[in-house]
């Protein structure tokens, strides 16, 4: 079976777009699907708490309406449609919304929420698709429609006044999918334009009235994308773009980059990383402990998934970012605009509203809240909720409506106090006590922890064990002792001093963390590929046959750089551009690998396969051999649909004890990878291939009147001590003084 290792996590890769209309889906026109559900406004006046929300219209749960703004109040604006929304507070502390609409922007007084007041609105193009966002007293707003830039001047907003400054278009430039600020430098940047291959263009508004083109990163279409500083590691300052991405060269290569983007004029791509069951990579916003990125796909439910699916994606080496699981709101509609706040996931989701998550678990968000502003259907429609604003001071959220406007509402669920945290858990632990175990606890504001406890279960169930408190945020304690025909199990439990409880796993004890209890790990071989020791390549393939090598493409299915961080791997194809596995099989076989010693041997390696770009009907198969080749037997398989042939790499480890009665020291492994029919894509990559011996040896008795071993202190250790005149105080000799101290030792006994 294989066991994929829980401690070397690794990015899975991304299916291909697949097209629902008659034509291909292409950058620009992804949303044309969206046309086909358009549906007309919902009319209706405004509404107010007190007034006419009691009729049950929309369904929530832990939230309520403060206001509704249909589209027909938009009066002076094409307001036929909604679309993106986003906020303003102003030097007085007085709070707008920025609606989009069919044909350009309201701006909404929502300071009392209870009683909205469109103050403004400025024209723009018609188009479904607006956007905006801002910084310093100006909003700057883009559209599908045309009139590039829309630089709106708000400073005289608490007066009623919002002032178009320019629409401002240069060098060709004219529409815009997407725009893009980074509030803390001040920096504003396009995706989804007509010019630059639609990616990632900075605009220089040193003049905040005339932007400027100055660079960017246009290796590809972006649809969208959030800029911050770096704030940890060797990034530490950089500007870093986390661009949802993916089509270029008239082929969608739908994923995740994260692009340097600190000098605009040199942008550095730092990685690339697809996921499973991809569709389209549509928005993403981080963690505020920019751990993690919540990433929206916009067609991949009702195709790829059955329900409302976003990725979690761990991105605290943004050079090496990888999958870590998905989560859900349990409906079926598309996931499409989220935010991160204090904590919580704002998430706009088309026809099931807005999802509220509580993620102060950033890797375990828990949905606690929803507002489902299009009521009768969930199912996975471009209708409902385009988008959300959660960030005015006051707690007030806007949500922007296709159909029915513009609605304010409150956040009411209480949010979880506290929450326990994954640190650096063990892959072994000791059996003298020796390892260290931590825990994080993350909590709120006003939320005092009593007490966190290991809960260990070293064959007698699972016992307490108190945890010390390292004011940092961790709480830790030693292992306890366990024997080394146990497996060591353990989860951890906190309560505050309001009772509350918590637990990690979630759902301890019903699962739990395990690890192998171990003495020693001794290295015998590992194969970084940085020499060549003696790897043979076979096979029938016209194309794409391994080889040694750094990697060199990084793009449709490739990897973008070796598993073990030294440089060189054996890899497929290894060149860029579209070419691959093609016209058959190719073999890597090693050469004989020492699976004896005293111990378990274990054989590892790190494997990326890719099969999930155009038609997934292609297996990996790695085989092994206890007798230098002469016979094989399968050690693993990877088939169409598995997860693992999304790319990315893979850590697998395997007992050889559990798959030879003796293992030999002529242990060879293979790996097969083949095309064998049309029009799919495969690459694979191998690195890392290493074996080990693990070993366990109880510790010493720990009773030391017992000298002959059998865990009593009696007349045998007596007799014992003067048949073999035991140099008890280690003084070079036996003597009085042995017996002595050997009758102290007697006279306490064994516990």
Known sequence: MRTPSTRHPAPIAA?????????AVHAHDDDARKLLDKQAMVPGPVVRLGEQITTGLFDAQGMTLLAQIPLNNFTGVNSSFGNDCWGYTSPSGRE??????????????????????????????LSDWHDVKVLGNYAYGVSEGGSGVQVMDMSDIDNGNVTLVRNW????????????????????????????????????????????????????YVHDAQVVVWDSGPLAGREIAFCASGFSGGFSQTGLRIV????????????????????????????????????????DEGSTVSLTTTRLINIEDPENPFFVKTFTSGSTSIDHNLYVKDSVI?????????????AINPADPVQIAYFDTYPGSDSANFNGAWSNYPFFESGTIAISDIERGLFLV????????????ETNLPDTIAPDSTDTLSVEVAQRDGTTISNVQLMADTGAGFQPYPMTDNTDGTWSTNAPAVSCDETFRYYFIATDTNSNTNTLPSDAPSSFYEAPVVSSIELVSNDNFET???????????????????????????PNADFDGSGRCYLTDNEAGNSDVDGGTTILTSPALDGTGIGTPVLSYALWYSNNIGVADDTMFVDISNNNGSTWQSLDTIGP?????????????FDLTQIFTSPSDQVRIRFRAGDTGEGSVVEAAVDAVSITLTTCEDPAPTCPADLNGDTNADFFDVSFLLQNEVDINNDGGFDFFDISSFLQDLSVGCP
């Open 15 to 23: 299916a291909v777009l697949a097209a629902t209309l008659t034509t």
């Open 96 to 125: 707008y919304v920025i609606m989009g609409l069919y044909g350009g922007y309201a701006f909404v007084d929502v300071t009392n929420p209870t009683n909205p007041v469109i103050v403004d609105t400025v024209t723009g193009p």
């Open 169 to 220: 278009t240069s060098g060709g430039y004219s529409t815009t999918h997407n725009i893009v600020a980074n509030e803390e430098t001040g920096s504003l940047w396009v995706v989804g334009a007509n010019i630059g291959n639609g990616g990632l263009i900075h605009l220089d508004i040193s003049n905040p009235e005339l932007p400027q083109l100055d660079g960017g990163w246009t290796d590809m």
């Open 260 to 299: 340097d983007v600190t000098n605009p004029n040199a942008p550095v791509l730092l990685s690339t990383l697809y996921y499973p069951a991809s569709g389209y990579s549509h928005q993403l916003w981080i963690s505020e402990d920019q751990r993690y990125l919540y990433l929206n796909d916009e067609l």
């Open 346 to 358: 704002y998430q706009a989701n088309y026809r099931s509203g807005l999802r509220v998550f509580d």
């Open 410 to 421: 409150r956040l009411d669920a209480p949010l979880i106090p506290f929450a326990l945290m």
């Open 532 to 558: 060549n020791t003696g790897w043979s390549v076979s096979g029938t393939v016209t194309d794409g046959a391994w080889e040694r090598g750094i990697p060199a493409a990084g793009d449709r299915g490739d």
């Open 641 to 653: 649909g598995d997860p693992a042939a999304g790319g990315g790499w893979n850590l697998y480890e």
